[in-house]
């Protein structure tokens, strides 16, 4: 866990890569940047924004690596409200990014995938970034799909959720959370 202050934001990229994409300090999404105005609550004393990077390695079990990093990162910052929701969302998101994001991403199969968590006031991220170019989309399976609801279920308990791609490859694909 990291808790960085600072007062200034960071300068303006041309265009983040599935390669050099980490946060930087004061990331936030563009789409949610109306959610920080009005936050209630006011980051912990001396903490303006708190990060936490994990990169995942390309297999089904850091999946779970990375839900038990989320939860041991939102009780540091004694979030534990979000916990529950968070791990879900966390989950869903994780599998996409390995599932789907990895496979379609052949030629650059060895790019990882990054899951980080930013802290504003009582409202996290989760942002997953992966080299695939493929874009999330909501789906409609049928009854018999064994699958296809991960995005609804993120959808469902996020205040906003949303991706972008990443120049030349890659995006990344982020949810909002507060308690």
Request: charged share 15%; aromatic share 6%; proline share 12%.
């Amino acid at each position: 866990m990291i808790c960085v202050q600072s007062t200034r934001t960071a300068p303006p990229r041309p265009a983040w890569t599935a390669l050099d994409w980490w946060p930087p300090v004061g990331w936030w999404p563009d789409p949610a940047r109306d959610l920080l105005s009005g936050s209630p609550a006011s980051p912990p004393p001396g903490c303006a924004a708190a990060s936490a990077t994990f990169v995942l390695p390309p297999s089904t079990e850091s999946v779970h690596s990375a839900r038990s990093f989320t939860l041991g990162t939102l009780t540091g910052w004694k979030l534990d409200d979000l916990r529950e929701n968070m791990e879900l969302v966390v989950s869903e998101l994780a599998t996409n990014a390995i599932r789907h994001g990895l496979r379609l991403a052949a030629t650059h199969s060895r790019e990882p995938v990054r899951l980080s968590l930013i802290r504003r006031g009582d409202m996290v991220v989760c942002a997953l970034n992966d080299p695939g170019a493929g874009s999330p989309a909501l789906r409609d399976p049928s009854p018999l799909d064994v699958g296809g609801l991960g995005l609804h279920i993120v959808e469902s308990l996020s205040v906003r959720w949303g991706w972008a791609p990443l120049a030349p490859y890659g995006k990344i694909v982020w949810a909002v959370l507060r308690p």
